[in-house]
């Protein structure tokens, strides 16, 4: 008899994007005419730039010739990725290329991350939340059944909404593991250094590990705004950074992405004994992970040649510009948006008593708009919407129009 895992049937409908897909086929299905312009999940829509395409037909071509063939490359990446990720993102950090851990992205990661933690951990995240870090923590037995609000037992949910400004506060009492993630998905929000130094204080005081989602880190304008927490002093000794090329580069389909574990970092047994989580990560990937195809890292690499920096800063300000364009217009609408400046995500709340999934529908229905309905991401996403800047500039301009009609 083969058993199952039966804390996947904890797990609550489908995954978020997934259900916002199949509603959208479903009213496609029964409005084959409907122009329908999607902002729902945050998937890039411009080409790879054109540095990382021909990189990578150049590596095609090695890989067709018996004198520059590859078969498996190192399951941490290669180095000429790993030297190029130190040099261009980790200047003056103090991280080592040996402290990268190249992958197929950072969804992944941040999943197959709690393969290397124990069950009886205390487990921190913000509420709304990336759905993946809930729905792993499920699947992995750390949780227990979900309420009726969607909340499941044993996480702690730090609520992030309009009376915080979408900061989550350090909690009062100890927890073991904690998930953030800035530039936020899906709030859009950003924090000063302050508020990560809190946090990388908390967990040194409560020998916790943070586990730090900077994917949207390329968004960031300010430069008082962190786009590592390694920035801050203390995190080598208490935090995880997970880190992607799909949204600055384009490589939503591609698939490249990394994580960086210190070598100080360390996690305790059962026995109360000290033990390094990056002898632990190498083990779990060497095991698990065959690495990185060779035409992608060498893509990925091209993201930090010259012409690769320029293209991917002007794809940035293209999405940040859309982002710009559709704050712009729903603030022209009286409404309410947070988000949008140093992220690809404009989060707003639903106008008078509508739902998330209340406004999901009605948007869909009257304008053929889609967004992400804020209680996807948690109870507290409630009442809260998400569009995402990721999409071609005549759709943006279009879908500002459709709002402008749908509020007017
Ligand atoms: C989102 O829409 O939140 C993202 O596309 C999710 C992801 O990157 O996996």
């Known amino acids: 008899m083969a058993q199952i895992n039966d804390h996947f049937l904890k797990l609550k409908a489908g995954y978020l994007f997934p259900e916002i897909a199949r509603r959208v086929n479903a009213f496609t299905e029964a ?103 809930v729905d792993t923590n499920v699947m992995a037995g750390n949780t227990g059944q979900a309420d009726e609000s969607g909340k499941y037992g044993g996480l702690l949910y730090i609520p992030v909404t309009e009376e915080n400004e979408f900061v989550p506060a350090v909690p009062s009492e100890p927890v073991d593991l904690i998930y953030l993630c800035f530039p936020n998905n899906p709030t859009g929000t950003v924090v000063g250094k302050n508020v990560l130094k809190k946090w990388v204080d908390y967990a040194k005081a409560n020998d916790a590990i943070i586990l730090f989602d900077a994917a949207y880190e390329a968004f960031v304008t300010q430069d008082d705004i962190p786009r590592s927490i390694f920035e801050i002093e203390g995190a080598h000794q208490v935090a995880i950074e997970f880190r992607s090329f799909s949204k600055n580069a384009g490589f939503t389909g591609t698939r490249c992405g990394y994580t960086v574990v210190p070598k100080t970092l360390m996690g305790t047994t059962s026995s109360g004994e000290k033990t390094s989580i990056h002898s632990l990560w190498n083990r779990r990937q060497s095991t698990k992970f065959n690495g990185v195809s060779y035409p992608i890292q060498v893509g990925a690499a091209a993201a930090f040649s010259p012409d690769g920096k320029k293209q991917i800063a002007e794809l940035i300000s293209f999405y940040l510009t859309n982002a710009g364009l559709l704050r712009a217009g729903l603030e022209s609408l009286g409404m309410k948006v947070y988000g949008g400046i140093n992220a690809p995500y404009v989060w707003l709340k639903t106008p008078g008593s509508l739902s998330s999934w209340g406004f999901f529908d009605d948007l869909l229905g009257k304008t053929n708009l889609v967004g992400t309905p804020g209680s996807g991401f948690g109870s507290a996403g409630e009442g809260y919407f998400r569009l995402s800047a990721f999409n071609s500039r005549a759709n943006i301009e279009e879908a500002v129009e459709r709002l402008k009609k749908f509020f007017a």
């Open 31 to 133: 409005n084959p005419d409907a122009k329908i312009i999607k902002m729902g999940i945050g998937d890039v829509t411009e080409p790879l730039p054109e540095a990382i395409v021909s990189a990578m037909h150049g590596a095609v071509d090695e890989m067709a010739n018996r004198d520059t063939f590859r078969g498996y490359g190192p399951e941490q990446g290669y180095d000429f990725l790993r030297n190029a990720i130190v040099e261009n993102n980790y200047a003056g950090m103090n991280i080592d290329a040996d402290e990268i851990f190249v992958s197929d992205g950072s969804k992944c990661d941040s999943g197959n991350i709690l393969d290397i933690f124990g069950h009886g951990n205390k487990i921190a995240i913000t509420d709304p939340v990336y759905p993946v870090y």
